[in-house]
Structures are given as structure tokens and as C-alpha cells.
């Protein structure tokens, strides 16, 4: 074992009386990064993503209701606006699906920002859920994404396909990473000039 994520130990009392949690240690995998074994960077993470993590997932256990009602009523929202955009740029079965492209990485920078700023700025319990997982998960789309390049290998361009596939996945992960990125600037910016 190289060493120990110390992120995944047991966390310190939240409050006095409250009983610790105890969770297992869990062993840091080493990067291969230019012939040298290296720790991975820190970086951030959405802030509920370890569910065992009592803290982690208060909005669970607050209103698991609330949460699912939501998730339901962004998700719809989300959609909704993926499909105007679907319906306002229609593409020939021969044609690079530009609409179903636009939304996953305009979706995806905009994820990026939202937990730039839900890490910065923490905000109510249904907010993440609402935004995050509803109107964005329903706005971007792997299903017609899975489709799209389907329909283009169907229509005798496979190359289309490829080339949208590769793209997709591509921009979808620099987005994610620019709107965390230039999100967490805009905020220090912001918080550095209000000092």
C-alpha cells in the first residue's frame, strides 16, 4: 500500500455528544504520469458523492421527498428545453446532429460552473439536486447521443458517427472542465474585489 487517503478516514466530531463515524481507510492508487509514479491531484468533486458520509448526504435524509419531487420537476424543465433545441435545429439523417451536440456541451459547462459555485458558495439542500441532477441531467442527453450516431451508421456515414462520437466526449469533458474552471476564477475574482 503506497499510503492512505486520509479524505476517507474517520471524520472528527461535528458537534459535541455526536458518535463518530467510523469508516474504513481506503488505499490512494498511484498515477503514472511521464514514467513516475505520482499521487492523483486534488481536485474538486461534487460535495455529496461519498454517501456514506453522513454530512454528505443531508439532503436525503432531510426530504427525501422534496428531493425527488425536484429532480422530477427540473428533470421535465430540462428536457423540455433539450427538445426545443432538438426541434429548432433539425439535421438531415446524413448531418452531424449539431442540437443533441450544442446540449451536452453547453449542459456540461454549465455543470462544471454549478459545482464551482455550490463548493464556493454552498447553497440550500434542494438546489444541487434541482439544477444539478434535474434541469441539467434532463437537458443533456447520452440516449439521443446513443441514437444520433446510431441513425448516421444506419444512413451509410460511419465516419459522421465516429466523428460525433469522439467530439461529443471530447468537448463534453473540456466544458465540464472550463466552466469549473473559469466559474472558480470568476468567484475568487469576485471574492478578492469585495474585500
Known amino acids: 500500500m503506497l ?3 486520509r479524505r476517507w478516514g474517520p471524520p ?5 455528544g455526536e458518535p463518530r463515524h467510523r469508516q474504513r481507510s481506503l488505499p490512494v492508487m498511484p498515477v503514472l504520469v ?6 492523483p491531484s486534488e481536485s474538486r468533486v461534487d460535495p455529496d458523492v461519498d454517501l456514506r458520509v453522513p454530512a454528505d448526504r ?8 422534496a428531493v425527488l419531487g425536484v429532480i422530477a420537476t427540473g428533470g421535465a424543465l430540462g428536457a423540455l428545453a433539450r427538445a426545443g433545441a432538438q426541434a429548432a435545429v433539425p439535421h438531415p439523417p446524413t448531418g452531424f446532429p449539431w442540437a443533441t451536440f450544442g446540449v451536452n456541451v453547453l449542459g456540461c459547462l454549465l455543470i462544471g ?3 464551482a459555485v455550490l463548493t464556493t458558495r454552498p447553497a440550500g439542500p434542494l438546489v444541487r439536486p434541482f439544477l444539478g ?7 443533456t442527453t447520452f440516449s439521443a447521443y446513443a441514437v444520433d450516431a446510431q441513425h448516421l451508421v444506419a444512413a451509410g456515414v460511419p465516419g459522421t458517427a465516429l466523428a460525433y462520437l469522439a467530439a461529443t466526449v471530447l468537448a463534453a469533458l473540456l466544458a465540464v472542465a472550463a466552466g469549473d474552471a473559469l466559474t472558480g476564477r470568476l468567484l475568487a475574482l469576485r471574492g478578492g474585489a469585495a474585500r
Open 34 to 39: 511521464g514514467g513516475t509514479v505520482s499521487r
Open 133 to 139: 441532477v434535474g434541469v441539467l441531467g434532463g437537458f
Open 58 to 65: 443531508a439532503e436525503l435524509t432531510a426530504h427525501p421527498a
Open 3 to 5: 499510503g492512505v487517503d
Open 12 to 16: 472528527s466530531r461535528d458537534a459535541p
Open 113 to 115: 460552473a454549478l459545482m
